[in-house]
């Protein structure tokens, strides 16, 4: 299998725990993007609020689709991590999926957790997309 790793140096770094923020099948053109979450480089949360961390996964799941030749139009699935009840969030966190995806309208799984990587992080977002046509 011929793969491609993924790891836009504007990111935080997953080499010390054994990620890659993507990887590509370049056989199938799919993008496995890795959950991505609010943080700046050194894995600090970045806004407070659901809808602001929204905001920010997506901004770095763009970051990272772009990178291996995708784009958030070309996701095919989406899922949402919510810390806590997915139900409490939803007035929060739907706007931003519609503002995103709304016309492309993956595939979505919205799942309820307990905790996420760090204390602070309320959402991530992991995506499966296809390379661009001629990417």
Known sequence: MSTK????????????????QAKVDLESRFVFVSGQVDWDRESR???????GQAEGAVEHLA???????????????????????LADGMS?????????????RPALTGIGVASLASRDTLIEIEALAK????G
């Open 92 to 104: 929060q966190l739907v706007p931003v999926l519609a503002r995103h995806f709304g016309a492309v």
């Open 5 to 20: 790793l993924i790891n836009p140096a504007g990111l935080y770094d997953g080499a010390p725990v054994g990620m890659s």
């Open 63 to 85: 970051t990272v689709l772009n990178q291996a030749g995708s784009s958030l139009d070309d996701v095919l699935q989406l899922r949402v991590y919510v810390r806590g009840e």
């Open 131 to 134: 390379l661009a046509s001629g």
């Open 45 to 51: 949360v970045r806004h407070a609020t659901l809808e």
